[in-house]
Every structure is written in structure tokens, then in C-alpha cells.
């Protein structure tokens, strides 16, 4: 008797919890962000630099393409903050997408309404200069380069380069290519103006992480792409001088 009662004690134990799980994953679905997106991943394709994903939401399908990383196939996810590209050319595939998303906030868990842990956070981390994820602080230590300027420079003083060309030495933390028919790429020198540590520069020229590279092209003040894509300081039609 004593036994049964102790299976019967555990088993409405567990049934508390199993209930209470669901009433807090309920609590946390009804919250979501509205700008968020659930779907379920259909299909994955990994290329050096991107995972391009097939997912469905509400029985329609869409292309995303995420930064390079492990996703599961029949799992769910959620995104916010993407970039419509129409008639998109993969060269590494050698595959035309009709409509694909480049998507900047993409995650195993719900993207509640005002909650910093998920509303607009990155692993990556984020700055004033972006509104978008960018990489960490590394710890980089670059000499200017000749008649050029640093980072600290560039956005203390960012009214003074509007719309000049300008010539900048920096470390390569990240690239990515083929955004908008331009690759994108980040640069530290070590510097930083407040938290404005990282450079983002938009070229047709390809390097990899790690190089240090010297950079030239026009600064632009508060450019805005759309989706998410917007900076307030931002290096465009860069060509590189000097690796």
C-alpha cells in the first residue's frame, strides 16, 4: 500500500512538472516578438561561408541564409531582423535563389517581446555603430597606416569624413560575401571611440580573416539598407591598398 501511494505521489509529481513546462512554453509563445518568425527547418545546405536553410512557416516555405552554423533539420527556430534579396546567385553553389532572407538574429529559442537575452542580442555581441550584430572586441594592436586614420579617429570625428575618402589600417574579424552583389567586411585596429570599436566596409575585394589589410573608399554617415542593416558610420566602394 505504502508503495503504491509513493508511485502515486511521484507520478502527480510529474505530472506538475509536465504541466507547468507547457504553461511556461505557452506563457513564452504568447509573447513572442511580432516582428519574429517561427519556422521549421526543412532542408540545409552548407557552404564555406553560409548555411542556406528551406524552412516553412504556416505552411508557406522560405529561404534563409544565416551566418555558417549547425542547424538541425525538423527542428524549430526563430528569426527577426532579415533582408529580402530577389534573383540571388550563389556562385559556391552555383544555384539562383528566386527570393531568399539574409537573416542577422537567428535561434533555438523564442524572441520575446522586450527581453534583452533575445530581443536584438547576438552571441557576437553589438555597437552604437550598427544596429546589427558585429564581432567581439578582439585584442588586435595595428599601426595607423600612412595619411590614414584610426577607428577612434574616424567616429570621434565622424562629421569631419562625411562623404570623404578616407585610408584605414585594420585586422580583418570577419567576411562575408555576396551580400547585395558586395562583400561585407569587418575590421578593428585595436582602437575605439566609446564602444565603437569595429569598422564594417563594403567592396568587391575578398580577404580573409586574420589578414591586416589597408583599406581605401568613401565614409558614409547613418546609411540605412532596411531590415535591421543600418549604420551610422560605414565604409562603401572600399578597394584594398595594401595587405
Not at 529561404?63 to 530577389?86: C, D, H, I, P, S
Not at 550598427?130 to 577612434?152: F, L, Y
Request: charged content about 25%.
Amino acid at each position: 500500500m505504502k508503495k503504491q501511494i509513493k508511485l502515486f505521489i511521484l507520478a502527480m509529481g510529474l505530472i506538475a512538472i509536465t504541466v507547468s513546462c507547457k504553461s511556461k512554453d505557452t506563457d513564452r509563445e504568447a509573447n513572442l516578438d511580432p516582428a519574429a518568425h517561427k519556422v521549421k527547418v526543412e532542408e540545409v545546405i552548407q557552404t564555406s561561408n553560409y548555411t542556406y536553410i528551406r524552412a516553412s512557416e504556416n505552411e508557406n516555405e522560405v529561404w534563409l541564409a544565416v551566418t555558417r552554423q549547425e542547424v538541425e533539420k525538423g527542428k524549430t527556430y526563430y528569426f527577426k531582423n532579415e533582408l529580402l534579396m530577389n534573383n540571388f546567385e550563389s556562385k559556391e553553389l552555383k544555384r539562383t535563389f528566386g527570393t531568399i532572407l539574409f537573416v542577422q538574429q537567428f535561434t533555438t529559442e523564442p524572441i520575446l517581446v522586450n527581453n534583452p537575452t533575445t530581443q536584438g542580442a547576438a552571441p557576437q555581441g553589438t555597437s552604437p555603430g550598427s544596429k546589427q550584430a558585429v564581432p567581439e572586441k578582439k585584442t588586435v594592436k595595428v599601426e595607423p597606416a600612412d595619411g590614414g586614420v584610426t577607428i577612434e579617429k574616424l567616429f570621434s570625428q565622424k562629421s569631419t569624413y562625411s562623404g570623404k575618402s578616407v585610408k584605414i589600417r585594420g585586422e580583418v574579424v570577419k567576411f562575408s560575401p555576396e551580400i547585395m552583389g558586395k562583400n561585407w567586411i569587418h575590421i578593428q585596429d585595436g582602437t575605439a571611440n566609446g564602444e565603437d570599436y569595429d569598422l564594417t566596409i563594403t567592396t568587391m575585394e575578398k580577404v580573409n580573416v586574420g589578414d591586416v589589410v589597408v583599406f581605401e573608399g568613401n565614409i558614409t554617415l547613418d546609411k540605412d539598407f532596411g531590415a535591421g542593416y543600418a549604420y551610422s558610420l560605414i565604409m562603401e566602394d572600399a578597394v584594398l591598398v595594401k595587405k
